[in-house]
């Protein structure tokens, strides 16, 4: 697609239930990020992919936190029992090998915004 | 490590007043240096970036010097107009570049 694409644009839970977020990256990017941005906060760095593998996993806050990409496209990241702490904005960003080692710029979707009630 | 300590917010001013964002990192090695921008609404975006020491970035109107001997990359704008209105967010690539550490961002308003 033209840019990153992020769903659901938002989400609303109840406490220890599960939630997916999705993100389609821009055709042909191979390097995948998630953010998360609190209220207040900084983004926080989750997870890196090159292609299908994760080399940087050191971001995710606790093993409630998970993700993967197939096909080297889309990303799923996935909180189970989620808790309120969880509540903030998941962003997805993705770039290329050439721009990424050249730039370094990412292109971000536009959030997914989860509250956990 | 790698860190970005950014002014804190939020920035209120008038249109076509002087505009400083301060931003100051930690990091091992040569980062890049980067403003991104998040109008409402919208995903961010990069708005500018400098890749070594002495470089200036600039775009729309808006610098950022990238100063080694002081660890900054303050943004900057002469005279800001009501559609700037935005959150702006230092950040740096580490070694390796294989992610980018931000800073708090920096909401500015900007009234006519």
């Known amino acids: 697609g033209a840019g990153v694409s992020q769903s659901p644009s938002n989400k609303v839970t109840e406490k220890g239930k599960d939630v997916e977020l999705r993100c389609d990256p821009i055709?042909?990017?191979?390097?995948l990020y998630w953010y998360r941005q609190s209220l207040g906060q900084g983004l926080e760095f989750l997870i890196y992919?090159?292609?299908?593998?994760?080399?940087?996993k050191s971001g995710l806050p606790s093993d409630r936190f998970s993700a993967e990409r197939t096909g080297g496209s889309v990303s799923t990241l996935t909180i189970q029992r989620t808790q309120q702490e969880d509540s903030a904005v998941y962003l997805c960003a993705s770039s290329s090998l050439w721009t990424r080692l050249n730039t370094g710029e990412l292109f971000f979707g536009e959030g997914s915004r989860l509250t956990v009630l | 490590g790698n860190s970005v300590t950014q002014m804190e917010g939020p920035v209120t001013l008038s249109e076509e007043a002087f505009l400083t964002i301060n931003c100051t990192y930690t990091a091992t090695g040569y980062p890049s240096l980067f403003w991104y921008v998040q109008y409402p609404g919208e995903g961010l975006q990069l708005l500018l970036k400098?890749?070594?020491?002495?470089d200036k970035g600039s775009n729309k109107g808006f610098e950022a010097t990238y100063r080694k001997e002081t660890t900054s990359f303050h943004l900057e704008k002469g005279s800001v107009q009501v559609s700037d209105s935005a959150v702006y967010f230092c950040?740096?690539?580490?070694?390796?570049?294989?992610?980018?550490?931000f800073g708090t961002g920096t909401r500015l308003t900007v009234i006519p």
């Open positions: 055709s042909g990017h191979t390097a």
């Open positions: 400098a890749t070594k020491a002495d």
């Open positions: 992919f090159q292609g299908n593998s994760a080399p940087d």
């Open positions: 950040a740096l690539t580490g070694t390796g570049a294989n992610n980018l550490f």
